[in-house]
């Protein structure tokens, strides 16, 4: 997927902003607090219908306007069609996504035709951030590998809202349980599914976490299925009946799923440096990406933001490089132009500089 058009409207400091976007390099230069991390979290709203930067969406909204709009052009490169993708949300509350100049049925249907990665400062990198962020990892690639996922999800999600209910209500044992033939069958459906994947991705991250490159021992990742380890998830909800019903929620299944990330045997985040943990961040998305494209022909999008003071050169060049291979659309900023110097010179590439929220072409 890539954007040939882009018109963002009240999105924090941008007031109004029309581009036409490179296939590949978008380079987006700027002073701090000109609107280039707003540029980005207006292109991720877009495509994920949440802000990566803050859970109050009322704050994105510029101030003084009462909504914000951002639509695109979006190429489909796998049946070779152009579609319009839209969001509009009110200072109310209300939130309308279209596609194709209908509204869209769910947020599924614009995330699928958007996949979009980000590697940010302000985002907690998968090794820093709690279960969430692996979780949203893992769930990132089997939703857009596996059909199934998104409405297995849905009833797995309606059946343990209904068990908690029931827990939180103090309902007798036979109204909890009766919920849990659907949280097993669903459950284990997604338990599998996310395992899967894992273990089909793990093939792809292996050039991209190669240890020359980045110096760390051999890397593993072990998938978790959100419960205890050598017992079957039937036997760990009727185990934990009593628990649930002190604690008012389901504490085992796959919504507490989560990934062991370990180094020479040990768990990366106590024996990673802090730029050692963030090149492993950026390999594994990388190899999302490589993923996605291998097994569905789809190319993403990827937001890079002040990735230089993320990373060193080597690695900015290294990532940069690996990125375009893949023939991403990059959104990426910097306060200067100096990464164009390890970008080769046949890549499709534009330049845009922004001074208070409005953006110049440059090249
Ligand atoms: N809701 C809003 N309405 C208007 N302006 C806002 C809103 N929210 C934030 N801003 C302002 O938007 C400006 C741009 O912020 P942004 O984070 O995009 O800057 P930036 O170019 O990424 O800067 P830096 O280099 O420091 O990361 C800031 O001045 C910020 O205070
Ligand atoms: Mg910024």
């Known amino acids: 997927m890539s954007l040939q058009k882009l018109v963002i409207d009240n999105f924090r400091n941008l007031e109004h902003v029309r581009l036409e976007p490179a296939l590949h390099l978008n380079l987006v230069t700027g002073a701090n607090a000109s609107g280039k991390t ?17 859970n109050k969406p009322s704050s994105i909204i510029r101030y003084g306007a009462t909504s914000l709009q951002v639509v695109a052009t979006v190429h489909r490169e796998t049946t070779d069609t152009t579609t319009h993708i839209g969001i ?14 209908q509204d869209a049925r769910s947020r599924a249907e614009i995330i699928e035709w958007l996949p979009i990665q980000i590697i940010a400062a302000g985002v907690p990198a998968l090794l820093e951030g709690g279960p969430n962020e692996r979780r949203r990892f893992n769930d990132w690639g089997v939703f857009h590998v596996e059909h199934r996922f998104m409405e297995t999800w849905r009833h797995y999600r309606k059946a343990l809202q209904q068990r908690n209910r029931a827990l939180r209500e103090g309902l007798s044992e036979q109204l909890i349980t009766a919920w849990d033939d659907e949280l097993l069958r669903y459950g284990k459906q997604l338990i599998q599914m996310k395992s899967e994947y894992i273990q089909s991705l793990l093939p792809f991250a292996e050039p991209y976490l190669a240890t020359e490159a980045h110096d760390f021992g051999p890397i593993e990742i072990e998938f978790r299925p959100g419960h205890p380890r050598g017992q079957e998830l039937e036997e760990a909800l009727t185990q934990s009946l009593n628990w649930d019903r002190e604690h008012g929620y389901t504490h085992y299944g796959p919504h507490r799923s989560d990934l062991v990330i370990k180094s020479d045997s040990k768990p990366a985040v106590e024996i990673l440096s802090r730029g050692q943990q963030k090149h492993l961040n950026s390999a ?34 290294s990532l940069l490089q690996d990125l375009l291979q893949l023939q991403t659309q990059l959104f990426v900023t910097s306060l200067d132009e100096s990464i164009m110097d390890h970008v080769p010179r046949d890549v499709d590439r534009r330049l845009f500089h922004v ?4 953006f110049e072409a440059v090249i």
């Open 38 to 54: 707003s540029l980005l979290e207006a292109i991720h709203y877009l495509a994920m219908a949440r802000s990566f930067r803050t």
């Open 88 to 101: 509009e949300r009110q200072r109310s509350g209300d939130l309308t996504l279209r596609v194709g100049g």
């Open 284 to 317: 594994l998305k990388l190899a999302q990406v490589h993923h996605l494209r291998v097994t569905t022909g789809k190319h993403c999008i990827v937001l890079l933001d002040d990735i230089t003071a993320e990373l060193d050169q080597a690695h900015t060049a």
């Open 355 to 358: 001074e208070h929220g409005r």
